[in-house]
C-alpha cells in the first residue's frame, strides 16, 4: 500500500455551502499528518468523511486501500477517531471506558484486560483507572479519548483538534505519545490550531474555506509560501503603525506578534523604503509556521 | 429562543392542538355503549323494554347472544360493555302480574362507563315499570325488576382501575422521554459520533440502546404491581406471566415512539417538549381518564393511533377481568405493528451516519 489515505476532488455540500471542495492529497503510511486551517474551514467535515461517517458529496477516497463509497465497514474496522470534544462517557470509570471500546471493537475477551492496561499505561493513568471520568481533568480526559481511540491498534488514527482547552505540558505530553505512536508505524492524521504542535509533523496540509492552499513538510512551507521578504519590526506604537505599513505598495502583508511587527515586502529591495518609513532597522527572518498560516488563509 | 422555531412552534402548537382535541374528546357523558342481548323470552315484553333501552341512545343493542357464555366471552374481550339477559319464563311472569327479573351485566373494570350504564339502566326500569303499571291495576310490584351487576370491580375501587392505567402511563412516559432525551444527550455530547465510527452495526447499537430500558420498563412495571397488590389491594385476577410477555410489545413500541423523536429532536430541551407532547393525547384520549365510547369519531379514531390505547385494554383485561391472550390478540397485534413499524423506521433512519 503506497498511501494510507488518498482522496481525489473530495466534496462536501451543506445546502448551499461547500464546506470541503475538491480536497486532492495523499497521506503515507507511518506518517504526522497536519491538518491545519482556520475556523470553519472543513477539517472535521473532512474527517468525518474520511471515517465513512459523513456522506462525501462527490469525489472519491480510500482509506487503506478500502473505497469510501461502499467500504466504510472495512474502514471503520481498522481506525481510530478522536472526535472535537473528546466524547468519554462521564458516569464510566476510565478503564469502564476503555473496555467498552474494547468491546465495541470485537478485541477478544481474554485480550482485554492487557489491552485495557496497556491504555491505561500510555495515558499514565494506571492507579486511577477506577476514577469516574467526570472527575479526570482535561489532560487525563484527553490522554483517555486517545487510549480509546488507538485501543484497537488502528493503522490509522485521525485526531480532531486533540489537544484544544488542555495545558502546554498535557500537549507536549500528547504529542510524545503521538510521535511514539508513529515511530511504531501507525499513521496518524491531526488537526491543531498550534503551530508548535504543527512543528511535530512530517507533512502539513493547510486548508481554507475547503480548499487546500498548501501541502509539505514545515520547513518547505516556512521557505517556500512566502514569496518576498519577511522583516521583522520593533516600532513603539506598533498597534497604530499597522495600518499605515499595510497601505505601502510594497507591503503584501503585516501582522502582529507580541510587541513586534512581522512585515512581508514584495522584495527584499523594499527593507530600505520600509526603514526610511518607519525610522528603526527592519530585520530579514526566516518566516514562522504562523507566518505561513496567516498568509496562506488571508490568500482566500 | 426566537431562533428556535421547533419550541416556538411547539409552544404555540401545545395550547392550540391539545385544547381543540381535548374540547372534543373531553365527553363524560356515555352514549352509545355496545350490548350484548341475550333474550330467552323473545316476547312482545322483552322487545318492550330492549326498545326502551335502545331509544335511550345510551345502549347500543349491538349483539344478539344465544348463550350465558357467549355473554361471557362478549364482555371478556371487551366487545360488549354490557349485557342484557332475560330469563325464558319473563313474559309468563309479568302476564301473571308479578315482577320480571332482568339482569344487567356491566363491565365495572371502566368505572366511568359502569356507573353511567348502572344508573341509566336502573331508571329505565323505573320508568317503563311507571308506564305499565298506569295501564293496568294487576301489579303487586314494579313489573320490570332489574339486577344490575357490575362485574371485575364491584364495588367500585377507583384503585382497581386505575393503578393499572397508571402504570402504563408511567411506563409509556418514561419510555418515551429516556430514550428521546438520552439519544439526543450522546448526540449533543458526541458520544454517538464516537460509537458510529466503530464497527459496530446499525442493529447492534439499537439493542445496545433498547434493551437497557426494557430492563428499566420491566423494573418499574414490577415496583407499580407491587405497590398496587400491596397498598391497593389491587387484585391480579388472569396470569402475571401473561402481563409480563405481552408488556414487551408496549415497551417497544413506547421505545420506537422515543428513538423516533430522538431522531427529529435538535436537543434534549426539544425531545422533552415533543415527547411531552405526544404523551399528553396518550392521557386524554387513550380511554384512562375519559371513556373512548364518547369520543367522537375522529378523535375516537385518532386514539386508536396511541398504543397506549391497546396497553389499557390489556393491563385491565389481565389485572381485572382475569383473561387472557386469546381475548387480546387485537390489542397485542396493533401493539406489535406499533413496535415493527417504529423500530425499523429508526433503524433505517439510524445509517451510523451523521447529518
Ligand atoms: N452538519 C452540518 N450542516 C451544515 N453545515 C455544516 C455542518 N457541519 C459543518 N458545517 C459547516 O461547514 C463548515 C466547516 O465546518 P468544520 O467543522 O469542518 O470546520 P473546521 O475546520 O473543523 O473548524 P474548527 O477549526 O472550528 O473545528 C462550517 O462553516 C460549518 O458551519
Ligand atoms: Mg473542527
Known sequence: MEYAV???????VFGNFTAVDQLTLQIKPGEIYGFLGPNGSGKTTAIRMLCGILEPTSGTATVLGYDLSGETEQIKRRIGYM????????????????????????????????????????????GREDELVAHLSGGWKQRLALGCAIISRPAIVFLDEPTSGVSPTSRRRFFNIISRLASEGTTVMVTTHFMDEAEYCNKIAFISSGRLMAVDTPDNLKQNVLAGCLVELDLPNAMDQLENIEQLPYVKECSVHGLLLHVLLEDESNLGLLEEYTGVPAKPITPSLEDVFIALANKN | MRRDR?????????????????GYAIQTEVKHIPTVVFDQSLSVESRDLLDAFGASGYFDMTYAASSYTEVNQMIDSGAAKVGIIFPPDFARVIQRGESGQVQVIVDASDNMVANQAMAVANSIGLLQSQKVLLQSKQFKGPPYDIRVRPWYNPDGITAFYMVPAILGIIVTMTMVIMTSMGIV????RGTLEQLIV??????ELMIGKIVP????????????LLVGVLIFHVPIRGS???????????ITASLGLGILISNIAKSQMQAFQMSFFVMLPSILLSGFMFPREAMPKVIYYLSTIIPLTYYLDIIRGIVLKGIGFPYLVGQVVSLLVFSVVLLTLSILKFKKKIA
Open chain 2, 6 to 22: 421547533m419550541t416556538l412552534g411547539l409552544i404555540f402548537m401545545l395550547p392550540l392542538v391539545q385544547l381543540l382535541l381535548f
Open chain 2, 198 to 203: 466503530t464497527p459496530i452495526k446499525s442493529y
Open chain 2, 185 to 188: 444527550r450522546e448526540r449533543e
Open chain 2, 213 to 224: 430500558y426494557i430492563a428499566l420498563g420491566y423494573l418499574q412495571i414490577t415496583v407499580a
Open chain 1, 6 to 12: 488518498t482522496t481525489d476532488r473530495l466534496t462536501r
Open chain 1, 83 to 126: 472526535s472535537q470534544k473528546f466524547s468519554l462517557y462521564d458516569d464510566l470509570t476510565a478503564a469502564e471506558n476503555l473496555g467498552f471500546y474494547a468491546g465495541l471493537y470485537n478485541i477478544p475477551r481474554r485480550e482485554r484486560k492487557s489491552r485495557v492496561q496497556e491504555m491505561l499505561d500510555m495515558a499514565g493513568l494506571t
Open chain 2, 240 to 250: 402475571l406471566l401473561e402481563l409480563y410477555l405481552l408488556t414487551l410489545f408496549f
